[in-house]
């Protein structure tokens, strides 16, 4: 029996569905890999926005970690939303200590612009955990609040990415999904660029995005893909799922994680 690809997502719950360990644990699923997770916080989320979080004490995330680890072992990790400099520093420190590679998502506010992540958790969050990332995946919005770089065009996406890497991470992936126009990223390693388009899909149904590319791009890894190919892949697979979101609730609904075995029932 050929055991499937270990992924861990490191990260909050959602409890709507549509992002954080759900979208994660969806996403793993669709593409083939084993997710398990360690939770970090919980939301009471919907359609409509966060109504309230809660974070899991430190010895809880510290125990869920080293429960999967020892065990079953992991081939990629993506940490996602991590509230506190205290979590900051203990996913950090965790991984420092891992072979295997780290998709950080540096999640800070929601698709309603909820805020999840404590200011004071910044700079831990340049100087502990982008240092033990594999690849970064900030969106423009994170980009701002991690460097102080307000992007409006390619040019500032290049620069944005120079900064970002200066705090240490192997890779940065900008998004620009929130310029006008076609839907670009920035990926780069200071070396090489890669610049990966797609159509821009008119659909409002895009929550979990962020969630779901990290977690394709960290299954891409688990696989023992290369950076760039994880990254086209997971590009590729989250541009599908948000031409297929749909309505749910009364606000913004969901990308479709099952887009690919939808047809298949």
Same mark, same amino acid.
């Given at each position: +029996?050929?055991?499937?690809?270990?992924?861990?997502?490191?990260?909050?719950?959602?409890?709507?569905?549509?992002?954080?360990?759900?979208?994660?644990?969806?996403? +793993?699923?669709?593409?083939?890999?084993?997710?398990?997770?360690?939770?970090?916080?919980?939301?009471?989320?919907?359609?409509?926005?966060?109504?309230?979080? =809660?974070?899991?004490?430190? &010895?809880?995330?510290?125990?869920?970690?080293?429960?999967?680890?020892?065990?079953?072992?992991?081939?990629?990790?993506?940490?996602? +939303?991590?509230?506190?400099?205290?979590?900051?520093? &203990?996913?950090?420190?965790?991984?420092?200590?891992?072979?295997?590679?780290?998709?950080?998502?540096?999640?800070?506010?929601?698709?309603?612009? #909820?805020?999840?992540?404590? #200011? &004071?958790?910044?700079?831990?969050?340049?100087?502990?955990?982008?240092?033990?990332?594999?690849?970064?995946?900030?969106?423009? #919005?994170?980009?701002?609040?991690?460097? %102080?770089?307000?992007?409006?065009? &390619?040019?500032? +996406?290049?620069?944005?990415?120079?900064?970002?890497?200066?705090? %240490?991470?192997? =890779?940065?992936?900008?998004?620009? %999904?929130?310029?006008?126009?076609?839907?670009? #990223?920035?990926?780069?390693?200071?070396?090489?660029?890669? =610049?990966?388009?797609?159509?821009?899909?008119?659909?409002?149904?895009?929550?979990?995005?962020?969630?779901?590319?990290?977690?394709?791009?960290?299954?891409?890894?688990?696989?023992?893909?290369?950076?760039?190919?994880?990254?086209?892949?997971?590009?590729?697979?989250?541009?599908?799922?948000?031409?297929?979101?749909?309505?749910?609730?009364?606000?913004?609904?969901?990308?479709?994680? %099952? =887009?690919?075995?939808?047809?298949?029932?």
């Amino acid at each position: +029996m050929t055991v499937p690809p270990r992924v861990l997502t490191i990260a909050g719950s959602d409890s709507g569905g549509g992002a954080g360990i759900q979208a994660d644990l969806k996403t +793993m699923l669709a593409l083939g890999a084993h997710g398990m997770s360690v939770l970090t916080a919980v939301t009471a989320q919907n359609s409509l926005g966060v109504q309230g979080a =809660w974070e899991i004490p430190v &010895e809880a995330v510290r125990a869920q970690y080293r429960s999967v680890v020892d065990d079953i072992g992991v081939q990629a990790v993506k940490t996602g +939303m991590l509230a506190s400099p205290a979590l900051v520093t &203990e996913v950090a420190e965790l991984l420092a200590d891992s072979a295997a590679p780290v998709v950080v998502d540096p999640v800070s506010v929601s698709k309603h612009g #909820d805020k999840l992540l404590a #200011d &004071e958790a910044l700079d831990a969050v340049r100087n502990e955990l982008l240092p033990v990332a594999t690849v970064a995946t900030p969106n423009l #919005d994170e980009v701002a609040q991690l460097t %102080g770089l307000v992007v409006t065009d &390619e040019a500032g +996406m290049r620069l944005a990415a120079a900064r970002l890497l200066s705090y %240490g991470p192997r =890779w940065v992936l900008v998004k620009g %999904g929130h310029l006008p126009g076609e839907a670009v #990223d920035l990926l780069t390693d200071g070396a090489e660029e890669h =610049w990966l388009r797609a159509p821009r899909h008119d659909n409002r149904h895009t929550h979990g995005t962020g969630c779901t590319l990290a977690s394709a791009v960290a299954v891409g890894l688990a696989q023992g893909r290369p950076v760039p190919d994880a990254v086209r892949r997971a590009k590729d697979y989250v541009t599908a799922a948000i031409a297929a979101g749909f309505a749910l609730g009364a606000g913004i609904g969901p990308v479709d994680h %099952g =887009w690919g075995i939808r047809g298949l029932n």
